[in-house]
């Protein structure tokens, strides 16, 4: 009798270790083939005039798309520099991208505090912000992560973020075009951009 | 002859510049710590952080280690670090930054910097301010940050470099 269960408890351990193998690799064989990810897509957002824009609104431009938030001091302003001076190298053929740094920290980063902000870098750069809802619509089209980090006994409104730094090149149809690092020099990024216009 | 005199008096004050030139722009002492050149970015005005950025080096034998900053620019001043990790950028406080025995630590863009939070007023282009490092070892030190232009890269300290 003891046996009968020993043997019925044999099988369904082999039983349930077999469905999970062939789940690892079902799961394995879908990983290899991951569907093509869209990166970018449609957004609501605030210039930093605080007229409403949507994606749609930049068609028929190329566009330069980075997150960030004003109070970051270190990466931030160098990478709008970078575009910046980019833009600069790439002399008339600037007219046709259009920079935006969208803000993954609306509740600080006002249209009057973007517009403080991003004339600093360059004429074109325009700064968007949003709801906070508005932000997250356009950080997940974008698959952009950002998150909030408070130190230990600071003030509510006193925090730094965590947010992924790309740059992004969007066609002048509002589809991906191709990805720099924040850390691209202006000279490079400058011809990388020239190679797609 | 006047003009002779005049062109090798010329001379020498052109070779003397490159080592006038590493000693000067805000070279400071501190034990066997030297500060060279620290700077910081001019802030847009409704801007409530800055950085400040610099090369600490050691002539001693033995590491020496930055455990403190102090300003009156901003209410909270620290030692900062942004770090990428899979593409997110990452920013917080560190306690320290150490200084290897004979050798440097730098604060540069994307990397360790000196941390202002909740800036008093905007830093503006071409002005200055102090700043006070406290070490381990050596003593506590004031330097002058110069400000540069808002999106500058690097401050007179990469001009330095040979």
């Given at each position: 009798?003891?046996?009968?269960?020993?043997?019925?408890?044999?099988?369904a351990v082999l039983a349930v270790s077999a469905a999970a193998t062939?789940?690892?690799?079902?799961?394995?064989?879908?990983?290899?083939?991951?569907?093509?990810?869209?990166?970018?897509?449609?957004?609501?957002?605030?210039?930093?005039?605080?007229?409403?824009?949507?994606?749609?609104?930049?068609?028929?431009?190329?566009?330069?798309?980075?997150?960030?938030?004003?109070?970051?001091?270190?990466?931030?302003?160098?990478?709008?520099q970078t575009i910046g001076v980019a833009l600069d190298q790439l002399?008339?053929?600037?007219?046709?991208?259009?920079?935006?740094?969208?803000?993954?920290?609306?509740?600080?980063?006002?249209?009057?505090?973007?517009?403080?902000?991003?004339?600093?870098?360059?004429?074109?750069?325009?700064?968007?912000?949003?709801?906070?809802?508005?932000?997250?619509?356009?950080?997940?089209?974008?698959?952009?992560?950002?998150?909030?980090?408070?130190?230990?006994g600071g003030a509510k409104d006193e925090y730094l973020m965590n947010?992924?730094?790309?740059?992004?090149?969007?066609?002048?149809?509002?589809?991906?075009?191709?990805?720099?690092?924040?850390?691209?020099?202006?000279?490079?990024?400058?011809?990388?951009?020239?190679?797609?216009? | 002859?006047?003009?002779?005199?005049?062109?090798?008096?010329?001379?020498?004050?052109?070779?003397?510049?490159?080592?006038?030139?590493?000693?000067?722009?805000?070279?400071?002492?501190?034990?066997?710590?030297?500060?060279?050149?620290?700077?910081?970015?001019?802030?847009?005005?409704?801007?409530?952080?800055?950085?400040?950025?610099?090369?600490?080096?050691?002539?001693?034998?033995?590491?020496?280690?930055?455990?403190?900053?102090?300003?009156?620019?901003?209410?909270?001043?620290?030692?900062?670090?942004?770090?990428?990790?899979?593409?997110?950028?990452?920013?917080?406080?560190?306690?320290?930054?150490?200084?290897?025995?004979?050798?440097?630590?730098?604060?540069?863009?994307?990397?360790?910097?000196?941390?202002?939070?909740?800036?008093?007023?905007?830093?503006?282009?071409?002005?200055?301010?102090?700043?006070?490092?406290?070490?381990?070892?050596?003593?506590?030190?004031?330097?002058?940050?110069?400000?540069?232009?808002?999106?500058?890269?690097?401050?007179?300290?990469?001009?330095?470099?040979?």
């Amino acid at each position: 009798m003891q046996r009968r269960w020993l043997i019925l408890g044999l099988i369904a351990v082999l039983a349930v270790s077999a469905a999970a193998t062939w789940n690892l690799v079902h799961t394995v064989k879908k990983a290899s083939t991951p569907p093509p990810v869209a990166i970018g897509g449609p957004f609501n957002l605030v210039d930093h005039n605080a007229g409403p824009v949507t994606d749609a609104d930049f068609r028929g431009r190329y566009l330069l798309v980075f997150f960030g938030y004003t109070y970051c001091p270190d990466v931030c302003p160098k990478a709008m520099q970078t575009i910046g001076v980019a833009l600069d190298q790439l002399g008339k053929d600037a007219a046709k991208i259009r920079p935006l740094f969208i803000s993954v920290d609306p509740e600080r980063d006002t249209p009057e505090v973007l517009k403080s902000f991003v004339k600093n870098f360059h004429p074109s750069l325009t700064g968007l912000t949003g709801s906070p809802r508005q932000v997250q619509a356009a950080a997940k089209a974008y698959r952009v992560y950002y998150g909030k980090v408070k130190e230990d006994g600071g003030a509510k409104d006193e925090y730094l973020m965590n947010h992924s730094a790309g740059l992004y090149l969007m066609g002048a149809d509002g589809k991906f075009i191709t990805m720099f690092s924040h850390n691209t020099t202006p000279e490079d990024l400058a011809a990388k951009i020239r190679k797609y216009l | 002859m006047k003009k002779a005199t005049l062109l090798i008096a010329a001379i020498a004050v052109a070779s003397l510049f490159p080592a006038a030139r590493s000693f000067a722009a805000g070279d400071t002492k501190a034990g066997n710590i030297t500060i060279s050149a620290p700077w910081a970015r001019a802030t847009f005005a409704k801007a409530k952080t800055a950085a400040a950025y610099m090369t600490l080096n050691n002539s001693g034998d033995k590491a020496d280690t930055l455990i403190g900053v102090k300003s009156a620019i901003a209410q909270k001043t620290g030692i900062h670090r942004t770090t990428m990790e899979n593409g997110i950028m990452k920013m917080g406080a560190v306690g320290s930054i150490e200084v290897p025995a004979g050798g440097m630590a730098m604060l540069k863009p994307g990397g360790h910097h000196v941390m202002f939070m909740g800036l008093v007023q905007p830093l503006k282009e071409g002005a200055n301010f102090p700043l006070t490092l406290v070490f381990a070892k050596a003593s506590e030190v004031t330097v002058t940050v110069q400000i540069l232009k808002p999106g500058a890269m690097g401050g007179a300290a990469m001009r330095h470099q040979h």
